[in-house]
C-alpha cells in the first residue's frame, strides 16, 4: 500500500516536471490528464509517453532538425517515465517495511534505473546505531566515503553535475525538524555521466521518501518508549504507595491517620507511623528535595534507613545525626531531606527532631503551637547536630505535619495556600476524626490550587491525644 503521507511533499518536489510534462503534451497538441497523487502522475506520464511513441512511428518524417527535436523530447520524456515510475516504486517499498535501514539496497537499485550514477550509498544514523549500504561500482566506494565524510553536516543539498577528480555527485542530507538521520550520496566517477538538474529532483524526492520512512520509525519508537515508561512509572507509583503504612496503630490514647499525593506519578515525601510494645508511637515525615523519580529512590532509601535504624534505637539525636551522615555520603551533592521525627509516650511525653522541616503543629483549644526546627536537613552537613526538644501533651491536643506542597500550593492567580489558611482549617475542625481532619486538608489544598499543575508532593499526618 503506497504510503500517503509524504505524497504533497514529492508532488511539489516534482513541480517542475509536471510543468515540464504539459508543456511536451500541449507541443503534440495533446491535453495531460489533470494529477493529484503520484499514482496519477505515473500513470498520466505513461500514456503521453506512448502517444509519442505511436506519434513518431506514425509521422515518419524526413525533417531532420524536428526529428533531432523529436528523439530529444522523447529521450527526456524516457528518462522521466522511468524517474515517476523509480519513485512509483520506491514509495511502496519504503510504506512496507518498517525499519528503514532494510530497504536502503531496495530503494538505490531503483534509483538508479531514473539516475544512472556509477555509485551510491545511503548512511543512517538512528538511536545511536548507525547503518550504511551501497550500490553500485564497488571501486568507487573510497569516493563515495570520502563525499560523505565532505558533507554530512551540510543542511541543504550539494549538487556538482560533473567533476574530473571524483565525478558529479549529489548528495542530500537527511534531516528533519527531529533529527539529523545521516546522507544520500550519488556519484558518476569513473563515466562520462553529467548530472541533470532532473537527477537532482529524483535524488530529492527519494531522499524525502526515505527521512519520511526514518522519522515515522523514530516517532513510533519513540512513542513505544513512553508508553512502556509510563508503566514502568505507574508499576514504581503503586510500589511506592505500598510503602506508605494504610493501617495505624490504635489504642485508647491515640487517633491517626496520614495521606500523601505525590505531584507526578511518583514523588519524594514518606511518612510512617508505628506502635513500640510499651504503647509508645513513633512517627515520621519527611520530604526529599525535587521531584520525580529521584526523589522517589531517595524516598525509598530513606524508609529503608528509617525502618531499620528505630529498630535498633529510639534515641532521636542518635538517629537523626546518623541520617545526615549516610544521605549526606550516599547521594550527589544537593540532595537533601526535610523531616520530622516525633515519639509520643502513652502518658503524653513528646520529643521530636526537626531537621529543616516546617513547624509541627499542637492544636491546644485554640491556640497553635508551632514547634520548630532544631537541626538542618539530613544530608547537608554530614555532621550536623541535633536538639532533641521535649513537650507534655494534655488530653484531646492536636498535633499535625505536613510537607510544603500543602503550604506553598498555588491558585490559578499564582496565590498561595499558605500557613494561615492551614491554621484556620486545622482550629475549625479539629473536633473530627483523625482521617476526616486529613481529607479536610488535602482536599482544601485540592480545591485551591483547582486549574493549576500540582505544585509539589502533598503530605499530610495527623495524631489525636485522647
Known sequence: MVDRGNETQIMETLKPLVEFLEKIS???ERDFKPVNNLE???VATKELYEYIQRWVLDQKSNNEALQQLVDAQLEELTATYEGLSALFEINKI???VEEPWMILSSVLKLLKNAVNFSAGAVLLR???KQYIEYYGDKSAENIINELIKRHQREENTIFVDFDNDVGGHIAIPLKSEIGDYGIMVLSAYGSNKIFTAGDKKIAEAVAQQIL???????MLQREIEKKRLEEQIQIARSIQMGLLPKEFPTNERFDICAQSAPAIQVGGDYYDVFARDDGTIVCCIADVSGKGLPAALIMSSFRSMFRLSTKISDDLKMLAEQFDRMIHQDFETGRFITSIIFKITPYGELEYVNAGHDPLYILRENKIIKLE???TPFGILGEGWYDVEKF????NDLIVAYTDGVVEARNIAGEEFGFERLQELIIRNRYLKASDIVDKIMNAVFEFSHGTVQHDDTTVLVVKYE
Open 373 to 375: 526546627s532544631t537541626g
Open 94 to 96: 519504503i510504506s512496507s
Open 26 to 28: 500541449r507541443l503534440f
Open 126 to 128: 538512528i538511536n545511536d
Open 40 to 42: 496519477d502522475l505515473f
Open 212 to 218: 519520511t520512512a526514518v522519522n515515522r520509525y523514530v
Open 392 to 395: 507534655k501533651l494534655q488530653k
